[in-house]
């Protein structure tokens, strides 16, 4: 069936099959690969992206479910070069086997969209939805205090 | 200057940009998908199966036992006796029956079922009471996988001696997945007699000696690439090589890529997991607090096959005696055959299981005889020129009573345990603080490293750009960034003339397998000399001076090349020689050197809920030279955080031999919410053999953390807990069975 949605600023119609969800849109249809799939059930958040302006697990959402949706992926926050969060994960450590990554750093994205100066408390609720199993996640809170310091900066 | 600096991780842009393509996430050429059919029984006899209408059968490639060449129907480990796939008889849940591949995957799904499998059931062995026992011998004569005893002096003499005081323990440690966040996936080729796999993994010369095994093909018709690996812990260890097959096998009749992405279910239920162990205790103490004997018996349950289980048990009980010195010490350890999928390699490796025993021991001497935990370590520490329980003596400097008080002193330990001893009567909210103390050998066990005589090499091109050719894959750990400082600080260039070459057989030489905390220490080493290879070439020449400009070293490149074709060093892993060591007595240096570690953990418990929550945590070790001191942080607060996990959560449940909980709905890992503080301290004592001093730190981050939290709960509660994962209703059991003794 054919969904029509705006993707990383671009409006673009599928022709998905009726029973695929949203990450398999994005990584089968549109070859984005960034977002990633690790469990499938909406636990993991390594497929998470903007959906409207709120951060969704791409795996719980049907892909006939976004006819007219507005989505953000990794590749359409990195389109103008790093994001800041990108810089201050890059910079602090915040990424090490990089399969939460792209996820995380939506989540991060996504809070300072609707919160530009969140609290450590606030950070850690925001990505209790995204799981690492590398970090302990000590260096992903210090890229994302980072990155609410660097809010200045261009993007 | 290179080691110590924090580098950044040098692939980390394509992982924050999700351009970094995962094994899922490469275009193959006509690629279908392939997937397994498996045993729901945990034992007994494949009588046939059927194929029910349903999908289109003559389209699906269909693999069985039948398909593999006669007698090679085996995955290569230590011992080959873990098959492919099931031809009669069936020893675990999930063991891989059948392989079917089609190019629609929702196809492919809905065939799975459609596979009806006939089954004869036999009668489980799923502990490791039950395996010992020998009601039903499931593997070999006895189902012993392997068994060894490491004796120094005479434990038995001490024990009939008057005038000492005896602490007995028997303690437990469950499974525990290693939960990457990529799921293992690997895509195969075959083009006439050659096979190509790429996918996720640990070991690609692993992967490589299974496939010429099983296809019975010379080396060089043999290609495996590692494909950017999201995590493995050592649960990509030994597993890829079964994937690898399946898939292979699948390729080779199919003629097409074929690739297969475990589902996080599948993944879970199949692969490996931790040893569960059991661990008991013998120690006599005088009244002083000084360890006369040690009398240890460790015992692995090592699922249905052999897979890793000797050396897993090798590093758990080499390492089940701590960082104390005592004369006399006895460990006996076995490790047993069950009817669970083969539990294998966890980050580790058998030493958080003997140290959570070893570690809860100590806590429970010292309450016996009325001393502070911390004085009764002091009393018991191994110092330089003493020998361990294999005989081995510490020749390298270690100072574990610094490393106790500088970790207490951070973690304000003895400040808060005066505080929390005071607020906990009136507080329905109970504080305790706990510590343990520990080390972790670097590298291959005993003879191993002499064994694999891994080799690393180094190559430059015409322009002075410089590659390093290892098998280490990068899986998170760094070892990219670590090569890269590692090579550009041994030929004076700056980091960006430095590449790592991505892992793959038809390239890079047999460093060596990535585990055991060797990948700094030991290849590493051999980077760090195969560098220094190609600056003695140049310099040896004559085309280069000492002094050399980055520039001036391209230009002797390109004159060196021009004249002799390639540049171009390998070194070789060579024993330090004052290594010795002996396979058969257990005798002897078991590693080239050790990591030393004092974690403290800080913990909260709700007397209402029963919820254990860790507040703070400390951990502070020695390891040589940091190389990276950002990455090291970042590893070892990860490690710290898998070890809270498998103290305080992560609990694998099993149903005749089967996982149940294998989603990340239901075993449940710490989350951002979860996590304390993980405040990280490194005192650096620079190892002579390791490059630029460092040591190995991979896996020590794990050993410490379950027995510090459990020292913590008893000190807040005085609930002497044996086992973990100790989840709340263990601590409620636990309390309630306190009281009622009391009464």
Partial sequence: MKITMTLNGKRMTFDAHPMSRLLDLLREDARLTGTKEGCGEGECGACSIIMNGRLVNSCLVPALQCEGADILTIEGVSAGGLHRVQEAFLQHGGAQCGACTPGMIMAVVALLDHNPNPSEAQIREALAGNLCRCTGYMRIFESAKNAIAAKGATR | ?743
């Fill in chain 2, 1 to 743: 200057m290179t080691a110590g600096s924090s580098l950044q991780r040098v692939e980390c842009i394509p992982k924050l940009t999700g351009e970094a393509k995962f094994i899922d996430d490469i275009d193959f050429p006509g690629v279908i998908h392939g997937a397994t059919v498996r045993t729901p029984a945990p034992c007994g006899t494949l009588k046939g199966f059927t194929l029910q209408p349903g999908v289109p059968w003559d389209e699906f490639t269909i693999i069985t036992a039948e398909d593999i060449p006669a007698g090679h129907n085996f995955i290569a480990h230590i011992t080959d006796d873990q098959p492919c796939l099931v031809e009669r008889r069936i020893n675990h849940a999930d063991e891989a029956v059948l392989l079917l591949a089609h190019p629609d995957k929702q196809l492919l799904q809905k065939a799975l079922p459609l596979v009806k499998l006939d089954i004869e059931q036999g009668d489980p062995v799923l502990t490791i009471e039950d395996s010992l026992s020998r009601r039903r011998v499931v593997w070999g004569a006895d189902n012993v996988f392997k068994s060894f005893t490491i004796e120094k002096g005479d434990v038995e003499k001490i024990f009939t001696s008057s005038d000492i005081i005896i602490v007995e323990g028997e303690y437990r440690t469950g499974a525990q997945e290693q939960m990457y966040i990529e799921p293992n996936g690997m895509v195969a080729r075959a083009d006439g007699a050659s096979v190509t796999v790429w996918g996720s993994m640990q070991c690609p010369y692993y992967v490589h000696k299974s496939l010429a095994k099983m296809f019975s093909l010379p080396d060089d018709m043999i290609r495996v690439v590692q494909t950017v690996t999201g995590g493995a812990f050592g649960g990509k260890e030994d597993y890829p090589s079964m994937l690898a097959c399946h898939a292979a096998l699948l390729a080779r009749k199919s003629g097409r890529h074929v690739k297969m992405i475990y589902s996080r279910g599948e993944d879970m239920a199949a692969t490996t997991k931790r040893h569960p162990s059991l661990t008991r205790h013998r120690t006599a103490v005088t009244r002083d607090g000084r360890i006369l004997a040690m009398d240890i018996e460790f015992i692995l349950d090592g699922g249905a096959y052999v897979t890793m289980s000797p050396v897993v048990l090798s590093r758990g009980a080499i390492h089940a005696a701590g960082p104390y010195f005592c004369p006399d010490v006895r460990i006996r350890a076995r490790a047993v055959a069950t009817n669970y999928p083969p539990h294998g390699a966890f980050r580790g490796f058998g030493a958080p299981q003997s140290f959570f025993a070893m570690e809860r021991q100590m806590d429970r001497i010292a309450a016996k005889i009325g001393m502070q935990p911390d004085e009764l370590r002091r009393r018991n520490f191994i110092k330089k020129g003493q020998a361990m329980a294999t005989g081995q003596l510490v020749r390298d400097n270690v100072d574990m009573e610094g490393l106790l008080e500088r970790a207490l002193k951070e973690a304000d330990y003895h400040c808060k345990r005066r505080r929390f001893d005071a607020g906990n009567p009136a507080s329905p909210v109970k504080r305790g603080i706990g510590f343990s103390c520990f080390m972790h050998g670097g590298g291959f066990t005993g003879s191993g490293e002499t064994f694999l005589s891994s080799i690393a090499a180094v190559e430059a091109a015409p322009d002075g750009r410089v590659r390093v050719l290892a098998s280490s894959t990068e899986m998170g750990q760094g070892a990219n960034t670590v090569f890269t400082q590692i090579a550009a600080g041994a030929l004076g260039l700056p980091f960006s003339m430095i590449e790592v070459a991505q892992p793959d057989t038809s390239i890079v030489p047999n460093s060596g397998p990535t585990v055991a905390s060797r990948t700094t220490m030991i290849v590493g080493k051999l980077v760090e000399n195969a560098a220094l290879g190609i600056k003695q070439t140049l310099l040896g020449s004559g085309l280069l001076r000492e002094g050399y400009t980055a520039s001036q070293f391209s230009e002797a490149c390109a004159l060196y090349i021009k004249k002799s074709g390639h540049l171009k060093s390998l070194s070789q892993y060579k024993k330090p020689e004052h290594m010795d060591w002996d396979d058969k007595t257990y005798r002897g240096d078991a590693y080239g050197t050790y990591s030393w570690a004092v974690y403290v953990a800080d913990v909260s418990i709700d007397t209402v809920t029963y919820e254990t929550r860790v507040e703070d945590f400390v951990a502070l070790q020695e390891v040589g030279k940091v190389v990276n001191p950002v990455l090291a942080e970042g590893q070892v607060q990860g490690g710290v955080l898998q070890g809270i996990g498998h103290a305080l959560c992560e609990e694998v449940l099993w149903k005749n031999g089967h996982m149940i909980n294998n989603r990340f709905t239901n075993y449940i890992i710490p989350t951002a919410a979860d996590a304390p503080p993980i405040r990280v301290f490194f005192e650096e004592d620079p190892y002579a053999h390791g490059p630029g001093g460092a040591k190995g730190l991979g896996e020590l981050p794990m050993d410490g953390p379950a027995p510090a939290i459990l020292n913590a709960v008893m000190h807040a509660t005085g609930a002497d807990i044996r086992s973990i994962p100790m989840q709340p209703e263990h601590l409620m059991k636990a309390l309630e069975d306190s009281k009622e003794g009391g009464k």
